[in-house]
């Protein structure tokens, strides 16, 4: 299979301009088809039209159907997508080609990208599935047709999310996002429930102060757990991952996703090393904690900054760890 490098070199400037007049007539609610391409498209594409829409239907990279007037529809693939997204960062020296995937997710394939000087970053494209779409359309009149923008708001959101976090919160650094791709750093780690901890109060702690320091910025992460914290046996650093979902303090329902978060983290911890954390009384403290902070910071607002004192942090653990 051909990379999106590949294909990139092999599209002529005229087969790109087709993809993206397909994208923004597609961006504006309308299907394209081949007699809107003719009057879109300069005169100097007439010829061509044909040969150059079978050509990226072959390389897959739009989908066409014939209507019962002769016309033709058309629409971008997640490769067509994805090929406009490499393009994009490629032009702009981000990347320079993709390797993998390397990882997984409900959501997401994750790809070590190289750079123009040969160094390495983590690169996450998104791919919503037609399970996870079908549960978008309970509560948006999406058509099916527009399903690679779905992909492309997750990525824009997990981005603008890691832009929010970093360097307070220990997520990875974000680098760009384009289409339904985000860049961001590379980080040597492995998901924690695979780690065997020397010290487990000391990273406890150091996920909670993460949890609570996102949440004084405006963030609770909606689906944490030790399958989403990344762990470096070099150094001890941790890296928490995956936020599309990341829910902002202001709305409703924040509370029992919090408490759903800790939940997920206290019971492994007090599982797998006996720390004989209370949960209720950690997500009191936690809530307390993050309310002060927040007053402290002129959070009121949906969205205060602020860094948690290091007494406040103290008493949450007094609190709760036996």
């Not at 010829?47 to 829409?53: A, K, N, R, W």
């Not at 997401?108 to 779409?133: H, M």
């Not at 020397?198 to 689906?223: C, Q, S, W």
């Amino acid at each position: 299979m051909k990379t999106l490098k590949e294909l990139m070199e092999e599209l002529s400037k005229k087969d790109f301009r087709v993809l993206y007049t397909i994208e923004s007539a597609m961006r504006d609610g309308r299907t394209p088809t081949l007699s809107r391409l003719y009057k879109r498209l300069p005169r100097e594409f007439r010829e061509e039209l044909d040969e150059i829409t079978l050509r990226l239907r072959n390389k897959k990279l739009i989908f066409t159907k014939y209507t019962r007037g002769g016309d033709v529809r058309m629409r971008l693939t997640y490769k067509g997508y994805e090929l406009l997204g490499f393009q994009n960062l490629y032009k702009r020296g981000i990347i320079d080609d993709l390797r993998g995937p390397v990882g997984e997710g409900k959501e997401a394939y994750v790809y070590r990208g190289i750079t123009p000087d040969g160094g390495l970053v983590c690169v996450k494209i998104y791919r919503i599935s037609p399970r996870k779409f079908r549960k978008v359309k309970r509560y948006r009149d999406v058509d099916e047709r527009f399903r690679v923008f779905i992909s492309g708001e997750m990525a824009k959101r997990e981005y603008e999310t890691l832009e929010d976090l970093w360097p307070d919160v220990e997520v990875p650094r974000p680098i760009a996002f384009s289409r339904n791709m985000v860049v961001m750093e590379r980080f040597d780690g492995v998901r924690l429930f695979k780690v065997n901890l020397e010290d487990p109060e000391g990273t406890f702690t150091r996920i909670l102060n993460n949890v609570i320091e996102a949440a004084v910025k405006g963030y609770v992460h909606g689906d944490l757990s030790p399958y989403n914290i990344l762990y470096s046996r070099s150094t001890g650093d941790i890296r928490i991952i995956d936020r599309p979902q990341a829910i902002p303090v202001g709305t409703q329902g924040r509370k029992v996703k919090l408490y759903e978060d800790l939940k997920h983290v206290v019971e492994r911890f007090n599982k797998e090393y006996d720390l004989g954390i209370d949960l209720n009384a950690l997500f009191d403290d936690v809530v307390n904690t993050i309310e002060e902070a927040r007053k402290d910071a002129g959070g009121d607002q949906e969205e205060g900054e602020g860094t948690l004192k290091d007494s406040s942090m103290r008493r949450v653990l007094r609190t709760s760890v036996r």
